[in-house]
């Protein structure tokens, strides 16, 4: 298994530190490090080059965490497969250690002296990757985002409920489904909870701001969130 998954956790950590907010910013024109809140992602990337861009940003953040992903799990193809009653433990965690490099690459990049963004899109394209078991929990974390955007309007505050959610959720899952041990999807348990922890430690500025009413929302002057 090594001999398959060290090398796709280094491609792993090189392709989610491509910053493609700052090169599609650099490509109009902006530096986003001295752009709104100075931060590597696709919202700021929106404040300063167009919504359309900052979709793009998004779409491309999402495949840096969903190509490895995807791509590991090919080339192991001749591993254990996936269903839950013959995959085992070893082969979870150094799956899920691709799609941590590709979320560490994004947030540590080697291209910008290991400042990058908060991880949230390469964080949701890891979980659609990591099938079957992330995929459910990331799609219902998306709609919790979706649902807390539209409601209160923080970005940030909608990126912090939906880490929460997808914990949550995976647990509830592994509960209910007795083809899915414990004894043997720990790992994913333990990435479930340490992923989410590292994003919403990203946004302890934002939650700073949250707590003293000074957090900006979607779609105003000053919008810090991401």
Request: net charge positive; proline share 5%.
């Amino acid at each position: 298994m090594l001999g398959v998954f060290v090398p796709a956790i280094v491609v792993a950590y090189l392709v989610g530190a491509i910053p493609f907010a700052q090169i599609i910013a650099r490509m109009h024109g902006q530096d986003l490090r001295t752009v709104g809140s100075g931060n590597i992602g696709a919202t700021n990337l929106a404040r300063a080059c167009g919504r359309r861009r900052g979709y793009t940003c998004f779409a491309l953040d999402v495949l840096k965490g969903l190509v490895p992903m995807v791509a590991a799990r090919a080339a192991a193809g001749s591993l254990p497969e996936t269903d839950a009653a013959t995959v085992g433990p070893g082969f979870l965690a150094l799956w899920l250690a691709v799609g941590v490099a590709a979320i560490l690459g994004h947030v540590f990049p080697v291209y910008l002296r290991f400042k990058g963004g908060k991880g949230v899109s390469t964080s949701f394209g890891v979980g659609l990757g990591l099938w079957p078991y992330f995929t459910v929990a990331a799609l219902i974390a998306l709609l919790v985002w979706l649902l807390c955007a539209a409601t209160w309007r923080y970005v940030s505050l909608a990126s912090i409920c939906a880490s929460i959610t997808f914990p949550v959720t995976l647990a509830i899952a592994v509960a209910a489904k007795p083809d899915w041990p414990l004894a043997t999807l720990w790992p994913l348990l333990i990435a479930a909870t340490a992923i989410p922890l590292l994003v919403i430690v990203l946004h302890r500025q934002n939650i700073r701001r949250l707590l003293a009413g000074t957090e900006s929302r979607i779609g105003g002057k000053k919008d810090r969130s991401i």
